[in-house]
T-cell receptor, first 114, second 111 residues
Framework: DAGVTQSPTHLIKTRGQQVTLRCSPISGHKSVSWYQQVLGQGPQFIFQYYEKEERGRGNFPDRFSARQFPNYSSELNVNALLLGDSALYLC?????????????FGPGTRLTVL | QKEVEQNSGPLSVPEGAIASLNCTYS??????FFWYRQYSGKSPELIMF????GDKEDGRFTAQLNKASQYVSLLIRDSQPSDSATYLC???????????FGKGTSLLVTP
């Protein structure tokens, strides 16, 4: 079975630009979460979507937004990019959203902001 | 106080030895605990999860949970050079959807 897929793999943008990252969950999984990982740190939670509804949001500015589509794929948008947004952006999928549910990560999108 | 704390390491163990990785958490209401392995330049890979107090074994890996002490550990038996990676401890928040990660412990297994 295919795992979580993300696109693009790498992305280079300049300050002030906007970026859209895409994620397709494992087949049958209905929940998608987004995390940001900067070098030397653990991933930080950005959003979770379940059945196309936002279930939670981490401590990120409104420049970050996301949505989930009827096929459970998801997009993360970041507007007005800052140098500090340079990071590995990870998408994780899970079957449902209860506390016993494991989250499986995709390969990530590495974003560099110049 | 950070919500999830891990010793950043590096932890160096010889091949064939037992590697012991530790994690403490601050939210007493946390319900689920996960260990991820992350190779340099790659994404985290789930290797163990535990919900109940005690030990859980899967192959060479054993996860241990002590909710009273707010402590989770991962033991890797018969460590191999291929186990060299950063190990991330993750705790599912009381809300039930967001994983809270530690900074990770770097493990180096020397031949």
């Amino acid at each position: 079975d295919a795992g979580v897929t993300q696109s693009p793999t790498h992305l280079i943008k300049t300050r002030g630009q906007q970026v859209t990252l895409r994620c397709s969950p494992i087949s049958g999984h209905k929940s998608v979460s987004w995390y940001q990982q900067v070098l030397g740190q653990g991933p930080q939670f950005i959003f979770q979507y379940y059945e196309k509804e936002e279930r939670g949001r981490g401590n990120f500015p409104d420049r970050f937004s996301a949505r989930q589509f009827p096929n459970y794929s998801s997009e993360l948008n970041v507007n007005a990019l800052l140098l500090g947004d340079s990071a590995l952006y990870l998408c994780a999928s899970s079957l449902v959203d209860n506390y016993r549910d494991e989250q499986f990560f995709g390969p990530g999108t590495r974003l560099t902001v110049l | 106080q950070k919500e999830v704390e891990q010793n950043s390491g590096p932890l160096s163990v010889p091949e064939g030895a037992i590697a012991s990785l530790n994690c403490t958490y601050s939210d007493r209401g946390s319900q689920s605990f996960f260990w991820y392995r992350q190779y340099s330049g790659k994404s985290p890979e789930l290797i163990m999860f535990i919900y109940s107090n005690g030990d859980k074994e899967d192959g060479r890996f054993t996860a241990q949970l002590n909710k009273a002490s707010q402590y989770v550990s991962l033991l890797i038996r018969d460590s191999q050079p291929s186990d060299s990676a950063t190990y991330l401890c993750a705790v599912l928040r009381r809300s039930g959807y967001a994983l809270n990660f530690g900074k990770g412990t770097s493990l180096l297994v020397t031949p």
